[in-house]
């Protein structure tokens, strides 16, 4: 049987200070569960920035960039969803 592919969606609100890390902790619980069989290898971060008024948008691009497994959404007004 197939594994099933998992995003984890994660709404962004002015967290360019702790960003990063959340990301990286993520990422490691993926490829943990990779590893384990219990998820696909496609599966990815989708962090949406909700119009954030720091850089968490650039942040998010950076962090896309070094691994092309963190997506992301940018709204350019809070929507607060």
């Known amino acids: 049987m197939k594994s099933p592919r998992l995003t984890i969606v994660v709404p962004c609100f002015n967290e360019e200070l702790v960003l990063k890390e ?3 902790t993520l990422m490691r ?18 962090l949406v920035n909700d119009g954030s008024c720091d850089d968490t948008w650039s942040l998010i691009r950076q962090l896309h960039e070094k691994d092309g497994r963190v997506k992301g ?3 350019s007004i809070n929507t607060g969803q």
């Open 29 to 46: 619980l993926i490829d943990r569960l990779v590893e384990e069989g219990k998820i696909a290898e496609d599966s990815c971060i989708l």
């Open 73 to 75: 959404l940018n709204l």
């Open 22 to 24: 959340t990301a990286e």
